[in-house]
């Protein structure tokens, strides 16, 4: 069974750092695709971050991230990062991977909070 599992979440002050993980298991066509982060919090419609292709040469990122986040993957691992940098408050959320072109297949996202 294909999972996307996300890893790397957690609590930090305003200015720091984190990298989020994202491993697919189970998805043997996973260099194949184009893969998405994407963040929700209870009172935003989800939203994407960031867009790896499927070399890993060309991306794209929201406004609200350009030049603070960073997505890459690693085809042979089967695994996408998000390196997020700068951090503030308003990044809070539930973040999680997906492909664009598999809309329902989605991990169950690991929480990051940005709080003094």
């Known amino acids: 069974e294909a999972r996307l599992v996300e890893s790397g979440g957690g609590l930090v002050q305003p200015g720091g750092s984190l990298r989020l993980s994202c491993k697919a298991s189970g998805f043997s066509k996973f260099s194949s695709y184009d893969m998405n982060w994407y963040r929700q919090t209870p009172t935003k419609e989800r939203e994407r971050v960031a867009t790896i292709d499927v070399t890993g040469r060309r991306t794209n990122y929201a406004d609200s991230v350009k030049g603070r986040f960073t997505i890459s993957r690693d085809n042979r691992q089967h695994l996408v990062y998000l390196q997020m940098n700068n951090l503030k408050p308003e990044d809070t959320g539930l973040y999680h991977c997906?492909?664009?072109?598999?809309?329902?297949?989605r991990g169950q996202g690991t929480q990051v909070t940005v709080s003094s």
């Open positions: 997906g492909a664009p072109r598999l809309p329902g297949f």
